[in-house]
T-cell receptor
Framework: EAQVTQNPRYLITVTGKKLTVTCSQN?????MSWYRQDPGLGLRQIYY???????DKGDVPEGYKVSRKEKRNFPLILESPSPNQTSLYFC????????????FGPGTRLTVT | GENVEQHPSTLSVQEGDSAVIKCTYS??????FPWYKQELGKRPQLIID?????GEKKDQRIAVTLNKTAKHFSLHITETQPEDSAVYFC??????????FGTGTSLTVIP
């Protein structure tokens, strides 16, 4: 089954404790992205990647890191989480070419206290 | 960069009526405009998209119209049903694989 998976689905942590949210896709897509969703603000892109070892900042990259060492994986790293990073996070992938349809993962609900 | 504005933020319609959601964008180079539907507790999913070389696209009860001159595009849902209740997002690209999404419209269809 074609899908994007994220782990963990729920995470409660404390300020300053480094964490990683994993993302994996099995559709052989070139492109991957991370978004955060906050009430009233919609979906905002954090980082995106258009190829292995190629990453670019989105609209709200501050406080986040990503890496793309393999085509299928695109982890999101919060080196020192803060309460304002409490949010719902979605990973997405899409293919290069004629379609830009993004396939979203199930989401990760992060709470930073 | 791109700026996408979406209206209204909430919309309630009676079952069977039509619903229209509008988005404006700022980057005249944008050439692809998708609409995503997000049901409560679920992930966003693409429901329809349009490219800048056409003015309208229809898929059963949903349609999208694009006015490139005015830089706005709209989602039209006809004969609304309770299962259409969800949050709808528009989006526009900004080069590379960068996308800007609207702030969402929460649609409620009243049976």
């Amino acid at each position: 089954e074609a899908q994007v998976t994220q782990n963990p689905r729920y995470l409660i942590t404390v300020t300053g404790k480094k964490l990683t949210v994993t993302c994996s896709q099995n559709m052989n897509h070139e492109y991957m992205s991370w978004y955060r969703q906050d009430p009233g603000l919609g979906l905002r892109q954090i980082y995106y990647s258009m190829n292995v070892e190629v990453t670019d900042k989105g609209d709200v990259p501050e406080g986040y890191k990503v890496s793309r060492k393999e085509k299928r994986n695109f982890p999101l790293i919060l080196e020192s989480p803060s309460p304002n990073q409490t949010s719902l996070y979605f990973c997405a992938s899409n293919d290069r070419g004629s379609t830009y349809e993004q396939y979203f993962g199930p989401g990760t609900r992060l709470t930073v206290t | 960069g791109e700026n996408v504005e979406q209206h209204p933020s909430t919309l309630s319609v009676q079952e069977g009526d039509s619903a229209v959601i509008k988005c404006t964008y700022s980057d005249s180079a944008s050439n692809y405009f998708p609409w995503y539907k997000q049901e409560l507790g679920k992930r966003p999913q693409l429901i329809i998209d349009i490219r800048s070389n056409v003015g309208e696209k229809k898929d059963q009860r949903i349609a999208v119209t694009l006015n490139k001159t005015a830089k706005h595009f709209s989602l039209h849902i006809t004969e609304t049903q309770p299962e259409d209740s969800a949050v709808y997002f528009c989006a526009a690209p900004a080069g590379g694989n960068q996308f800007y999404f609207g702030t969402g419209t929460s649609l409620t269809v009243i049976p």
